[in-house]
Every structure is written in C-alpha cells, then in structure tokens.
C-alpha cells in the first residue's frame, strides 16, 4: 500500500494511525500494523471511507480515532497530539442513539447542554441544524421509533453530533439499517451537508462500494487476519455530486474496480 511519508515536525496531520495493533489473550495481531494518514487544508473538508471484509476491524478504528479504545500496539494522534479526555471528536453509530424521553430539539441540543451553553442559544442553534437536517416540524416530537423514521433518528444523530462542532466525525455503518430509498436519500443529504461545512474530516465505515464512492474523497480498502490496510484510492470524481454521477463511466468503473479488489481479498 502506499501511504503518506511522514512530514515535518512543524506540520501535523487530522488524523495519524502509526503501526497500530491489537491483540487479546486468546488472539494475537487481530489488527496489525496499520499506519495511515488523513490531511485536509484549512477550510477545506475530507471524506475518508473504509471499506473491508465483516471483522477486519473497521469499526475498531473508528474506536481508536474516537478514544474509545486504545490499541494495544501503536498510537493514535489527531492533529499531531495524543488522544486525551479533552479531545473532541463526533461519532454517528449504525443503530440509533437518541435519548426516546427527549425532544428531537431537546437531543439535538444535548452537547451544547452538556458544554453548559443557555437554553436560549442552544435551542436557537439546534433549530438552525434540524433544518439543516430537514427535520422541520418534528422539533417537538420525542425521538424514537415509530414517531420518526430511522432515516429521521438518523438524521438527529447527524444533527447532534455536526452541532458541537467537531473537527473530525466518525460514522459507523450510519445508512446500513436503512431502506435502499431512505439510504440514497441520506447519502445525497450528507454529501450537502458537507458542502456547508469547513475544516471537518469524516471517517466512513460502510459495506456499500456505491455508496464508498459516491461520498468518499480517499477509500481505505482493509483485509482480514490480520486486519490490515491493503489499499488506499483517490476518487477523483467532482467534489459536487448529484446522483446522475452514478450513471457516468467513470464511477461504474470505480466500482467494478473496487469489486474486483474486494472479491480478491484472503484469497
């Protein structure tokens, strides 16, 4: 695979995976030496996809990224430092994390609660991110199912977590309970949404090659036993996309490509 050479002691990277391991008692190098980076110029966002066999360890480094865990090989920096308590990093889970005795407005606003923000301002930027999100009218419904849709639990867990203003957001499989049609729809949501942002990273798990190119500005191909990068592509695919891109050669091409590479994996 070829990665970024490191770069000056003056310069740090987002996001910076150094030979990073992970082993148990009863299993040694479940994950094994991987080492990636993810840069992004200021005011500019970037989208990073993983995509990999089930229990390659996608999610474990998303896990190492949000502080939840620690490898036990390795390290982990963002923004060229350490990962400390105090570190603020976003994260959007397959299943759906509101509080259901809470407003949609009410979890939407729940980090700035936690930051100690008055309810004033908090519900005013709250209610700026809900249509964002295209949740108008929904502000005042408790968050569970079958009052909202998963596309609209999902979309409060965007909303959330875009609200306290991260500079990086991990998402975990966030579409992969969803209905082709509200998966497409979410898709095209986020990929506007990211056009309003500035200086925000994603890191995007998903099973879905379609869906990894459509959204994806670099995707990390990871293989199994161990759990390894073998991969890293550019999509070099306008930075605007609508759905017609899908149609285009280009994008078939890519993910006939990634097919390919996918289905030869532990071979």
């Known amino acids: 695979m070829k990665t970024n050479t490191p ?27 991987v080492s990636f980076t993810v840069d992004c110029d200021k005011g500019d966002n970037k989208f990073v996809v993983i995509l990999g066999p089930s229990g390659c360890g996608k999610s474990t480094l998303l896990r190492y990224i949000s502080g939840l865990q620690v490898p036990t090989k390795g390290g982990v920096f963002l923004h060229g430092k350490p990962i400390t308590n105090e570190t603020i990093v976003g994260m959007v889970f397959q299943k759906y994390s509101s509080l259901p005795w809470y407003t949609v407005l009410e979890n939407v606003a729940l980090g700035l609660e936690l930051q100690g923000v008055p309810s004033k301002e908090r519900n005013q930027r709250a209610m700026e991110m809900i249509k964002t999100v295209d949740l108008m009218g929904q502000e005042n419904k408790h968050a569970h199912y079958p009052i909202l849709s998963g596309g609209q639990l999902q979309r409060v867990a965007i909303a959330r977590s875009l609200l306290a203003s991260p500079k990086i957001l991990l ?97």
């Open 171 to 267: 998402m975990d499989e966030p579409f992969g309970a969803l209905d082709v049609k509200t998966r497409l729809h979410m898709q095209e949501m986020l990929k506007a949404i990211m056009s309003k942002m500035s200086d925000m990273t994603v890191v995007f798990v998903t099973h879905d090659i379609p869906e990894a190119v459509f959204l994806g500005d670099e995707i990390l191909i990871m293989d199994s036993n161990p759990g390894r990068i073998v991969e890293k592509i550019t999509v070099n695919l306008p930075e605007n996309r609508t759905k017609e891109i899908k149609r285009e050669a280009k994008f078939v091409k890519m993910v006939y490509d990634i097919e390919d590479k996918m289905e030869s994996l532990s071979k």
């Open 7 to 33: 770069q000056d002691d003056d310069q740090s990277y987002v996001i910076e995976l150094k030979n990073v391991g992970q082993s148990y008692p009863d299993r040694e190098d479940v994950i094994k030496d």
